[in-house]
C-alpha cells in the first residue's frame, strides 16, 4: 500500500515538473488572419485555424488605414516579409503595408500612405504588462500580442507567409 501511494505522489512531482509530458509539436502556420472587429489573430494550416490570439490594434481601430499617423491598423491582403529581434518592443514582425493599391489611393489624396506596421510583442521594459496591454487598443497601427506569444508566432511564421487583415 505504501509503495503504491508513494509511486502515486512520485508520478504526481514527475508531471507537475513536466519531465513526464512529450515535446509538445512545433506550430507551422502557412497563412495569418487578423480579424479587427473580433481584436484577434489566428494561425492556420491548410486552412483550419491552429491558434487564436487576442490582440490590440492601433488606437483608431475602425476603417481601413489610410495615411501616416492615423493610428489606424491596416485591411487587406500582405505578407510577413522580415523580423527584427531588435526593435524596439520585444521582436517584431513586418506586415508588407503598403501595397501598391494602398500607395496609389494616398497619392490620390495627396498623403503618405505610413508603414512601418507589425506584429509585435510588449515594449521593451513592459512584458510585465502581459494579457492586461489587451484592455485598450495602443499602438500606432501594429498588432500587438505579449512576449510569449510573439514568441510562438516568430517560430510558427516564415517571411514570406501571408496575412490577411479584415476589418
Avoid at 36 to 47: A, D, P, Y
Avoid at 48 to 56: G, H, S
Wanted: proline share 6%.
Amino acid at each position: 500500500m505504501r509503495i503504491r501511494v508513494l509511486t502515486g505522489f512520485a508520478v504526481l512531482a514527475l508531471s507537475g515538473l513536466g519531465l513526464t509530458e512529450t515535446a509538445a509539436k512545433p506550430l507551422h502556420a502557412d497563412r495569418v488572419v487578423v480579424l479587427k472587429k473580433e481584436r484577434t489573430l489566428q494561425l492556420l494550416s491548410q486552412g483550419k485555424v491552429i491558434r487564436t490570439y487576442r490582440v490590440a490594434l492601433g488606437g483608431d481601430p475602425l476603417g481601413p488605414k489610410t495615411r501616416q499617423g492615423d493610428h489606424t491598423t491596416p485591411e487587406g491582403l500582405y505578407v510577413l516579409d522580415s523580423r527584427n529581434p531588435h526593435s524596439q518592443f520585444y521582436k517584431s514582425i513586418h506586415i508588407s503595408y503598403p501595397d501598391a493599391h494602398d500607395r496609389a489611393e494616398a497619392r490620390q489624396k495627396g498623403v503618405s500612405p505610413g508603414g512601418d506596421v507589425f506584429v509585435h510583442g510588449l515594449p521593451k521594459g513592459y512584458g510585465w504588462v502581459g494579457e492586461s496591454h489587451r484592455l485598450k487598443d495602443w499602438t500606432d497601427g501594429c498588432i500587438a500580442v505579449t512576449n510569449e506569444e510573439i514568441d510562438e508566432i516568430w517560430e510558427a511564421v516564415a517571411d514570406g507567409t501571408p496575412i490577411e487583415i479584415q476589418p
